[in-house]
């Protein structure tokens, strides 16, 4: 058991709902470690801090900002590691916008799913940041 405190089910429920887009994604670890999160929250045997509650918001607004074509793309490819790196970013966790050769393979790893070249942009702008992490 965690040591924050228990959130009432209501809004576990309420949070879950809106969440619920990221599904595709548990089987990307650091989203499925959070999802197990809230599921313990929601049967008492877990909680959730803040923070983990705002990156799961931010993250089911901008996954949901995304094209079809590019959350079938991401959700499909998780485990290739340009893909994971830039999932960081199209979730609006990361500020660093993959570069150079990450580009390079993130586009092969498309070509590779798709078999042409991408038509759409692979790196949107995600519509909301997670807020910086301070300490308490």
Known sequence: MTDHPPVPLVVIV??????RPLECLVD???CGALLGELVAA???TGGLSHRDVMRLRTWASNWTALRFSLRE???SNH??????NALWYVLGTS???PTGAGIGLLRRAWESTYGSP?????LPKPA???????PT
């Open 128 to 134: 909301t940041q997670e807020p910086p992490w301070t």
């Open 28 to 30: 990307w670890e650091p």
């Open 79 to 84: 485990a290739n590691p340009a893909v994971h």
């Open 95 to 97: 500020r660093a916008r």
């Open 73 to 75: 793309f991401y959700a």
């Open 118 to 122: 991408p038509s759409v942009d692979l």
């Open 42 to 44: 929601g049967t008492g």
């Open 14 to 19: 309420a949070l879950a709902i809106e969440v």
